[in-house]
């Protein structure tokens, strides 16, 4: 079973694929601070967090952000955004890094942050009413009709967002009714879409890609991972030696 760890001080030899020391913007375009760092699963190299740092407007200085709600920067390059306001931020319980170093510890601060992030209050842009806190399916690329539209197209999916928004119910029928040269079996109810290629951007998904292949190296000095390996290990020697025998 994999758990948490932050990637620390490993650096990549080429700067330019590593996504700390990225800015992350929020509603508005506002600067909320740095990526740090990042959280990720030591079982297969998965990032599931940004650590970001506010550079001091934060009381607790650091707050993380699920890779989920991450985008490609619209105006900054090689930078990020997230549906955010610093008010937002401020209403989630404390980042420690601390934590991590319990499983049962983390898991429980990931409970009360994920409550948080959904049941804060709606967000409105200033001085309208149009509601900016994006629920999942309005996410960008998340709606179905986004989703199959994309897919059936070939767009990118940084494109999807662009190209179609799931509050248009317009752009939503001319998705639906548009002529597509994808064969749909005989029968088949539904087309079966596999987002797991769906990537961030350039930048993120280089990092994401190095950080995978130098997962091993970047857990070694883990004692978790250690120790569930020593036991691994133990197991499969005292399973050699009862066939020996």
């Given at each position: ?14 700067t330019s694929e590593d996504i700390r020391g990225s800015r ?59 549906p955010l306001t610093k008010e937002r931020i401020e209403d ?154």
């Open positions: 079973m994999g758990h948490y760890g932050l990637l620390r001080d490993l650096r990549f030899a080429n992350l913007y929020g509603v508005d375009d506002r600067n909320l601070g740095k990526i740090d760092d990042v959280i990720f699963d030591h079982s297969n190299g998965t990032i599931s967090y940004v650590v970001v740092d506010t550079g001091g407007w934060l009381r607790s200085k650091k707050f993380i952000v699920p890779a989920d709600q991450i985008r490609a920067s619209a105006k900054h390059e090689d930078d990020f955004e997230a989630f319980p404390a980042y420690d890094e601390s934590d991590l170093a319990s499983d049962d510890t983390w898991s429980g601060y990931e409970n009360r942050y994920r409550a948080k992030w959904d049941s804060s209050p709606v967000m409105h842009r200033e001085g309208t009413d149009r509601n900016i806190t994006p629920t999942t399916q309005q996410m960008p690329g998340n709606s179905p009709s986004a989703r199959t539209a994309a897919q059936v197209h070939d767009w990118p999916s940084e494109a999807r967002s662009s190209r179609i928004e799931s509050d248009s119910p317009d752009r939503d029928a001319e998705a639906a009714a548009a002529a597509t040269e994808r064969i749909v079996p005989a029968g088949a109810d539904t087309v079966i879409i596999d987002s797991s290629a769906a990537g961030i951007g350039g930048r993120w998904d280089t990092f994401q890609s190095r950080l995978r292949e130098r997962r091993k190296e970047v857990v070694a000095g883990c004692r978790t991972c250690a120790g569930e390996s020593a036991t691994k290990r133990g197991s499969e020697s005292a399973d050699t030696f009862r066939k020996a025998v």
